[in-house]
């Protein structure tokens, strides 16, 4: 059989295997259990399924379609697409979105909320806000300065006192104390703050621990523990029971914020100097 038969023979098993007609016990295990392949590409069933229900198709018709990627993907290859800036930008983005979705499975498998990641925090932090006139190395460096010069403080006070010395000529820093913040990001006077500053926030054990630079879209923060309190008992099952997603999430965003540092550490990252600047004048080109 050709290697063009032989694949045809594959799709057409695993079509009717869609339609609930047993394939036959030869094809399903030449395929190690997935559907079909489509040269190097196999195709589980579980994608088929999910391509199904996000495209509100029938199994075939998801099968079919996976079926075209597949076939337009090694099309591609086989054209060297794949060393096209544009397409290797569109892999790396896929992989990358990968990652968000792969951590927060990871922390729903984790179960139930503790009563710990249930409990309100205090925090007071630093914060380098973002503006069209400062650039992001400059923002970064103030950033840096605060954390060097709040390390050691004694207190909240003191954190306070040392952030607010730092000289920042061409930046705006706000240093503020945040009160009673719960997991889902909200505070008694309905103040809902940053996701990313949240799970950063809660990620932070005892008062006096510090974190790293934190970067969410309003700037370049450094957050410091003030207090933990936890809840009562009488409102903890309320608590579990509203706050279980957001505790999900909120692991998920530490954990991705946790391994987001590390990669920092291991990978160069070079950014030219006129990169703003020549990235503007692109966007005036094409507008």
């Not at 503020?176 to 990001?185: K, T, Y």
């Given at each position: 059989?050709?290697?063009?038969?032989?694949?045809?023979?594959?799709?057409?098993?695993?079509?009717?295997?869609?339609?609930?007609?047993?394939?036959?016990?030869?094809?399903t295990?030449s395929?190690g259990?997935?559907?079909a392949?489509?040269?190097?590409?196999?195709?589980?069933?579980?994608?088929?399924?999910?391509?199904?229900?996000?495209?509100?198709?029938?199994?075939?018709?998801?099968?079919?379609?996976?079926?075209?990627?597949?076939?337009?993907?090694?099309?591609?290859?086989?054209?060297g697409?794949?060393?096209?800036?544009?397409?290797?930008?569109?892999?790396?983005a896929?992989?990358?979105?990968?990652?968000?979705?792969?951590?927060?499975?990871?922390?729903?498998?984790?179960?139930?909320?503790?009563?710990?990641?249930?409990?309100?925090?205090?925090?007071?932090?630093?914060v380098?806000?973002?503006?069209?006139?400062?650039s992001?190395?400059?923002g970064?460096?103030t950033?840096d300065?605060?954390?060097r010069?709040v390390?050691?403080?004694?207190?909240a006070?003191?954190?306070?006192?040392?952030?607010?010395?730092?000289?920042?000529?061409?930046a705006?820093?706000?240093?503020?104390?945040?009160?009673?913040?719960?997991?889902?990001?909200?505070?008694?006077?309905?103040?809902?703050?940053?996701?990313?500053?949240v799970a950063?926030?809660?990620?932070?054990?005892?008062?006096?621990?510090t974190?790293?630079i934190?970067?969410?879209?309003?700037?370049?923060?450094?957050?410091?523990?003030?207090?933990?309190?936890?809840?009562?008992?009488?409102?903890?099952?309320?608590?579990?029971?509203?706050?279980?997603?957001?505790?999900?999430?909120?692991?998920?965003?530490?954990r991705?914020?946790?391994?987001?540092?590390?990669?920092?550490?291991?990978?160069?990252?070079?950014?030219?100097p006129?990169?703003?600047?020549?990235?503007?004048?692109?966007?005036?080109?094409?507008?």
């Amino acid at each position: 059989m050709t290697p063009r038969v032989r694949l045809s023979a594959v799709i057409a098993v695993a079509a009717l295997a869609c339609h609930g007609r047993a394939a036959p016990p030869s094809a399903t295990a030449s395929l190690g259990g997935d559907v079909a392949r489509v040269g190097d590409l196999t195709i589980p069933a579980s994608l088929v399924a999910e391509v199904a229900r996000a495209k509100g198709v029938t199994p075939r018709a998801g099968l079919e379609l996976l079926v075209q990627d597949a076939l337009a993907a090694q099309g591609a290859l086989a054209e060297g697409l794949d060393g096209t800036p544009a397409l290797a930008w569109a892999s790396a983005a896929a992989l990358a979105r990968r990652v968000p979705r792969h951590l927060l499975d990871d922390a729903r498998a984790l179960g139930p909320a503790t009563d710990d990641e249930l409990s309100t925090v205090t925090v007071v932090h630093a914060v380098v806000l973002r503006s069209p006139s400062l650039s992001e190395p400059r923002g970064l460096a103030t950033a840096d300065a605060i954390e060097r010069a709040v390390k050691g403080a004694n207190s909240a006070a003191d954190f306070e006192a040392r952030a607010k010395a730092v000289p920042h000529p061409s930046a705006r820093v706000t240093v503020e104390r945040i009160e009673n913040v719960g997991p889902d990001g909200r505070t008694p006077d309905g103040m809902q703050l940053d996701p990313i500053f949240v799970a950063e926030a809660f990620a932070l054990r005892s008062p006096s621990d510090t974190s790293p630079i934190i970067e969410t879209r309003f700037g370049w923060h450094v957050i410091r523990m003030v207090d933990r309190a936890s809840p009562t008992v009488a409102s903890l099952d309320e608590r579990r029971r509203d706050l279980q997603e957001a505790v999900v999430q909120m692991r998920g965003r530490a954990r991705l914020g946790a391994v987001l540092r590390t990669l920092k550490e291991r990978i160069p990252i070079e950014i030219a100097p006129g990169a703003e600047a020549l990235t503007a004048a692109v966007m005036t080109r094409r507008m």
